[in-house]
């Protein structure tokens, strides 16, 4: 996975022993996103 990490292939490499405050982290992270969906620019043309 090192070799894939520095080609740029995947983001990070986590370290089994650190997996699960790793995961913890980032789920906690996400538990107040908010997902906005854009305004539409053009609305639907009758055809």
């Known amino acids: ?3 894939a990490s520095k080609r740029g292939y995947v983001d ?3 370290m089994p ?3 699960r405050k790793r995961v913890a982290r980032s ?3 996400l538990r107040n ?3 906005e969906n854009p305004w539409r620019k ?3 043309i009758p055809l």
């Open 17 to 19: 022993h650190s997996t």
């Open 42 to 44: 053009h609305g639907n």
């Open 33 to 35: 996103k908010s997902v």
């Open 27 to 29: 789920l906690a992270m």
């Open 12 to 14: 990070d490499v986590i």
């Open 1 to 3: 996975p090192f070799i």
